[in-house]
């Protein structure tokens, strides 16, 4: 079972990138068994393939083209919106610090240098969070890859075996 990015597991920056070192490793090894059977392909077609060979070989071309569009779409997209929600809690906790500036009592000096002491705080955990976001972004451009990787080496080795 395929577990979810809503469980607790996905909220976790370790357990982010050990899940893309494992969909990495799938894909790795997916990819060097459907090579392997491709390029046997290729050598027993030599110079006259049949119209299942050729298919396949065009197959091969549009596949890539195709899982590196909606991984490179994919990843954007997750980087656009990590992107802005980071920025706008840049900008709150910028602008939090300008109130500072305006203190015209001792009083409101200190109350806005405790605020400015608690922007600072959420700007570090806004920082820290972007490991698991770059880890997000990994894993939505690996996805497309992934499954279409993992697909082929199934559908190659039934037709391989048969």
């Known amino acids: ?16 990138w050990v899940d893309v070192a494992v969909k990495t490793n799938e894909m790795l090894l997916s ?9 046997e392909r290729i050598a027993k077609a030599g110079l006259s393939p049949s119209d299942v060979d050729l298919a396949e070989f065009q197959l091969m071309g549009h596949e890539k083209l195709a899982a590196a569009g909606e991984s490179g779409a994919a990843m954007a997209n997750q ?6 929600a980071l920025f706008q809690r840049m900008i709150k906790h910028w602008l939090g610090g300008f109130s500072l500036a305006t203190s015209t009592t001792p009083a409101q000096a200190m ?12 700007s570090a955990a806004a920082v820290s969070q972007l490991s698991s976001a770059s880890a997000r ?19 190659l080795a039934l037709t391989h075996e048969a």
């Open 31 to 39: 990819s060097g068994s459907v090579i392997q059977m491709r390029s």
């Open 111 to 122: 109350t806005h240098v405790e605020a400015l002491g608690t922007a600072v705080t959420r």
């Open 1 to 16: 079972m395929t577990p979810s990015f809503s469980s607790p597991r996905f909220f976790n920056p370790l357990m982010l």
């Open 79 to 84: 980087l656009h919106t990590t992107q802005f």
């Open 137 to 155: 972004i990994v894993q939505r451009g690996l996805k497309p890859i992934h499954a279409k990787a993992t697909s082929n080496a199934r559908r």
